[in-house]
């Protein structure tokens, strides 16, 4: 038997489901990623401020918090992970009608706000998305649903912080929201459509708290562990670095609208693009050694960045877009193949609250440069700064050792 055919074919199904899902995640996300900092810049806010707006993104680091919930309560009726999808769903369509009538030239605290909930809303939403991605998929199946996942969360990125910022003069602002409002709508529609197969049989219908508590302190334990959380929380430093402040240094060049046009269209069908190279790697590599190919070719997407802030390359559009696409395209292959690391390390009986801290990880590694990129920028120049976050992802590489020892 060959090794493709004891693979067996991947999920179709459980992968369509969870691009959908991701998708619908993704279009907040495409939104403050993308837009919201050109947005920024042009109301004339310093770097230091535009990245403070990072902070935003503060429930994506706290979601462990509450992760246990989603693995602990659940109608047994209605579907162990649909139970929270489809009412979060449904609370950040309502989150965008809200955002509709908040534009930021006349109501950017109450944007701002609306901006955090829809954070909570799809944080809370993903610790239920990568339960039931760990629930479906098999190990061989692992390169395939993250690139799955990561595809699907770039498509909305794509969607609600490019493609329909393209088409502002047409819909306008509260259009433009409107139509996330849609997706999110028809997501959940496309979800409530899927019957929900039962947990495992090996699994119980519900752990009690001290059960689930206890095997969480369990894992945390397990040899390596320490290891792979420095490398999950390290391998976005210099990355992070340089893209926090790229786009509110394109818009101190181009307007708001083109900006997003550019980044959340081109660049981001490169960073999907990527996103399903490193799902091929995965699939055919061991998952350590595509990490490490991918970090790799990364690198050659930051320098070329920090060329072109540093005037060593001309600032035209075609030049941003090929720059950009570059590293765009490396990085998207280097999340995927991370998170099927991550999630090739996770326990399936708490695969939510497994899989959201080692996620929590990653958030927080990048939190940390994302809040200071700003105040760099300020400080010490955009190029100098960019110079740095290729160093962090140079130095990233003396990690792999550990990692690779540590492996059972």
Partial sequence: MTAAA???APPLGTLALLSTLYVVQGLPYG???TALPAFLSKLGLSYSQIGFASALSLP??????WAPFIDRYWHAGFGRRKTWIVPLQLLLA??????????PDVALARLLGIVLVMNALTATQDIAVDGYAVDRLRHSDLGYGNSAQVV???VGMLV???????????????GIFGVMAGCCLFGMGVLLSQTERPVEADTPEKLSWRQLLE????????PGTGAL???????????TLANKMFVPWLGRHFEPQVVAALMGTWVMAASLGGSLFGGLLASRLPLLRAVVVTAAMRVLGLVAQWALVAGLLPLDKPVVVAVASVEHFFSGALTVCMFALMMSRVDKRIGATHYTVLAAIEVAGKAVPGLLSGVLADAIGVPHTFLIAVALSLVFFALVGPVRQSRA
């Fill in 6 to 8: 004891a693979r067996g």
């Fill in 31 to 33: 939104f403050q990623d």
């Fill in 60 to 65: 994506w680091l706290l979601k462990p918090l």
């Fill in 94 to 103: 309502c989150a965008c009608v809200a955002a509709a009538f908040a534009e």
């Fill in 152 to 154: 699907g969360y770039k």
């Fill in 160 to 174: 609600g912080g490019g493609l329909l910022w393209a088409w502002y003069a047409e819909l306008h602002w509260r």
């Fill in 215 to 222: 095997r969480v302190r369990t894992v945390m334990k397990v």
């Fill in 229 to 239: 959380v420095v490398f999950v929380l390290t391998y976005k430093l210099g990355e």
